[in-house]
Each structure stands twice: as C-alpha cells, then as structure tokens.
C-alpha cells in the first residue's frame, strides 16, 4: 500500500498480490509432505520426523551395530587401550627344530590362530580377541620377509620336508643365526553386548633364537653306519 499527502487530497494506493498456484494444481495450492511421517529413528536427523516424538510408531527397533565403547576420555577405543591384555611375544620356530641345509629350504613356523584374554577395562569386564594378520621375519643373515600368510608345517601344507612355503628362507651359508619373528595383530572388544572390531594394529616383536644351518655333503660308502658305526661321517 502506498500513501501519497499533499495539502489538497490524500490519496491511497493499494496493491494485493496472490500467491501463484503450485505446478500440480489439483492440491489447490497446497504444499504436500514428501517425507513419510514416520521414519526410522536410526535414519539421518536432518530429514528424521519422529525426533522428539513419543509416538509409538517412531520406536520401531532395527538392529544396528553398537559403537565401540569410549575411554574415559570420551573417545572410542582404539587397539592401544587394550595392549595390556596382548598375546605373548612370538618365539621364532622352524622345521627342522632350530635348525637347517645350507642351499635348502628352513619352514619358519608362528601362530595361526586368535588369541582371547578376559579381565577388566574401566570397571568393566571384558574379553579381547587378538587374531594375527601379519609376520615379519628377521633370518639373520641379513634378509628379511613380510608375510599375511601363517607359518605351516610342511605337512599341514601337504608337502614334502624341505620344499619351499610361503614363510621359508634359504641360507646360502652355513653357520649361526640370530633369528626373530614380530607378529602383528588385529582386536575385537565383547563387553556384553557382541564383539565389537577396534581400529588399529598392534605389532608384538619376539624374542631373539638361535639356529645353526648346516652342510650335507653326499658321499659312497660301502657299508651303512649301523653295518660299519666307525665309518667316515657315521
């Protein structure tokens, strides 16, 4: 509305506008609700209707993963909060038992299966499950090797001794090594309600061990050592 004053007349003007019609016109101008009225409570809040509403068909339960529990600090739990319940430190064994042929094949065996620990974090029970993902391989002769797959023995494998796995070395050499194997491992919480993955990796280095590799040597001999015991080599 506008208002023009002279000293003479008032005059007055007024202008009315209508609101123009939506595209679909039989709703008679209308808006019309898109959302479903009542959406699951688990669904994103920006478009959730049923926030703050009581009404029973906004409670429908849909199973859902529960977070992993928060450290006193209020952040989620990471593998570094349960280290102290760790499996021990991985000692290096191999097939033969501590020992080797020089140019064949040494089995470098470790542990294959999950390892669980109970006991209490922040006053409250739990069980940690650690699982072994992966192994680094310190030979001693200055080679090492990483591997995602477990050390077998060659007869889980199916195969014979001394042909190459997936966690063998060969020395070149004869003599002594210094051997170790760190195992890396993933973990799973279960404080009551279903095992929950945590986020991270833990790397456990083993203990130092000792194997001698030796040399065969192949010679013909007349009589075996149980028909001549003072033979060369028997």
């Known amino acids: 509305m506008t208002t023009n004053i002279s000293t003479h007349?008032?005059?007055?003007?007024?202008?009315?506008?209508?609101?123009?019609?939506?595209?679909?016109?039989?709703?008679?101008?209308?808006?019309?609700?898109?959302?479903?009225?009542?959406?699951?409570?688990d669904q994103n809040h920006q478009n959730d209707v049923c926030v703050g509403i009581a009404d029973e068909r906004?409670?429908?339960?849909?199973?859902?993963?529960?977070p992993p529990p928060a450290a006193d600090s209020g952040q989620p739990l990471t593998i570094t909060d349960v280290a102290q319940f760790a499996p021990d430190p991985t000692t290096t064994a191999t097939?033969?038992?501590?020992?080797?042929?020089?140019?064949?094949?040494?089995?470098?065996?470790?542990?294959t299966t999950p390892t669980t620990r109970t006991g209490s974090l922040f006053d409250t029970p739990v069980s940690v499950r650690f699982t072994p993902v992966r192994y680094d391989f310190t030979f001693g002769?200055?080679?090492?090797?990483?591997?995602?797959?477990?050390?077998?023995?060659?007869?889980?494998?199916?195969?014979e001794p001394f042909t190459p796995t997936p966690t063998s070395h060969t020395y070149a050499e004869r003599g002594t090594y210094i051997t170790a194997t760190t195992t890396t491992y993933t973990a799973e919480l279960d404080s009551g309600d279903g095992w929950i993955p945590l986020s991270g990796e833990l790397p456990i280095p083993g203990p130092t061990r000792t194997i001698r590799i030796y040399k065969a040597t192949t010679a013909l001999v007349q009589h075996t050592c149980i028909e001549q015991p003072t033979a060369p080599g028997c």
């Open 95 to 111: 097939e033969p038992a501590d020992a080797g042929v020089s140019g064949l094949p040494t089995n470098f065996l470790t542990p």
């Open 58 to 66: 906004c409670r429908e339960a849909h199973p859902q993963t529960p």
């Open 141 to 159: 002769d200055g080679s090492t090797l990483t591997s995602t797959a477990p050390g077998l023995p060659w007869n889980a494998l199916h195969q």
């Open 9 to 41: 007349a008032v005059t007055i003007t007024a202008t009315q506008t209508q609101r123009a019609p939506a595209a679909d016109d039989s709703t008679g101008g209308h808006q019309v609700r898109t959302t479903p009225r009542y959406l699951r409570p």
